[in-house]
Structures are given as C-alpha cells and as structure tokens.
C-alpha cells in the first residue's frame, strides 16, 4: 500500500468505521521450512501486509531473521513487506532496508536516542514510517511526533517471541492513541501486534486499530486463508 493509498484508507476510516482492517500476518510464525508456500499463500489471501519481526538478541531476548532472508521474501511476496525493528541502533540500516524492498520501517520509540530525526531518515528513504510502544511506554511520549507518522504499532504484548496472551489493558491505549490522533489531525494509522486472534479482533478494531498483526492464528489454523478471511470482518 503505497503512501497516497495509505492516506486515503486514514481518511476512509474517520469517515465509516465500516472500512475493513489491515491484515498483516507475520511470518515469525510461519513454517520455515516451506516459507516459499506460505508466502504464496499470504498472496492468494486477502493478507494487505507481510509482517516482518526483525529482532537482534540485544534490544529483545530472541534473534529472528536479518537481511538475507527479507530480500528473499520481497522476490516472493506481492504485498507491501511491514517491518518491525526490535533492535537498538536502527538508524543505521534504514538505507539497507529500502535497498532490500520495505515499504513501511517501524522503530521502537524505547531504541531511539533521535526519534524525530530517525522518522525522517525513513521518510527520507521513501518509505512509510512507524514507531512501536512496548506495553510499559506511555501513548502519551507521541504527542510531539504524532503529526509526522505514518503508523503507531502498539505493542499488545511484551516484544520477542510469539504465540504470548494479549495484554487486555492494550485495549484502553489504543483508544488513547486513536484520541491523540484525532485531536492532532494526524494522519497515523493504529497497528497492533500481539495475541490478535479471532476471538479479541473485534474490541481491537473498536478500540480504534486499523491494522493488526497475525502470527499463530494465521499460521497455525487449519485453513490459514480462511482464517485471514474471518480476520478481515
């Protein structure tokens, strides 16, 4: 989805609430083994976004995967590739993720010294901007960068490994961000990740979420394209 597209989804949601969310499953729970098919499903799916889970070991208590692997991805995928850096320094290897085909850059808000300076650089780089709060970080830390994002992940569980239980206060910070941004005229999308499943989408996306992130109940339901389906409302 391509900044003019994204801008016109933000405005579509303020008008009808009706607008269907953003998809975005995350291939940290895919079969590596056969990533090849799973990426070819998520393109026959009505999957909007792959979610790619950067993490460096220092920043979070797990490695994933690195460069090697999302170039692989982004010869494959036909989505725009979401990616979330859980890793300290980001700023240096946002040339390096462009290079390698991602359309939307997310950095935490906790790993950057420069937050502003580091949206920029993204934007710089032509692609969609984003910064993640941990559980612990106040919504309210946005207030002076809220107008320049493209995106807000909220982090609905603590960061590093999937397949762990949504935290419910998640819930009252995502409609606390949905005010922030209404207030400042922000075009920010709200996305969510962690614990997202059929049964808790629907307070999600009441809460004021726009997009959520899908791992194990994407990837370890029976039908994964069925499933994308009833996550989409």
């Not at 499903?41 to 994933?64: K, Q």
């Amino acid at each position: 989805m391509c900044i003019e597209n994204l801008c016109t989804f933000a405005a579509a949601k303020c008008k009808d609430m009706s607008v269907k969310p953003i998809i975005a499953p995350s291939l940290l729970s895919a079969d590596f083994n056969r990533l090849g098919e799973e990426i070819e499903m998520l393109n026959r799916s009505e999957a909007d976004w792959i979610h790619l889970d950067v993490m460096d070991g220092v920043f979070v208590p797990n490695i994933s995967f690195g460069m090697p692997v999302i170039k692989a991805v982004r010869k494959l995928a036909q989505k725009p590739l979401d990616t979330h850096l859980m890793i300290v320094q980001p700023e240096r290897y946002i040339q390096t993720f462009k290079e390698i085909g991602c359309d939307l850059l997310t950095v935490h808000w906790e790993a950057c010294t420069h937050l502003h300076r580091t949206i920029y650089q993204i934007k710089e780089h032509d692609m969609l901007a984003g910064v993640a709060l941990n559980p612990h970080t106040p919504v309210s830390g946005l207030e002076d960068v809220i107008q320049d994002l493209d995106l807000v992940l909220i982090m609905s569980v603590n960061p590093g490994f999937g397949g762990q239980k949504f935290i419910p206060r998640s819930l009252h910070r995502i409609a606390e961000l949905r005010a922030m941004i209404k207030r400042n005229k922000s075009n920010a999308l709200i996305e969510v990740d962690g614990g997202v499943n059929a049964d808790n989408i629907a307070d999600i996306i009441n809460a004021g979420a726009d997009a959520v992130v899908a791992g194990n109940a994407v990837f370890k339901a029976e039908n994964p394209e069925n499933m994308i389906h009833q996550l989409k409302l």
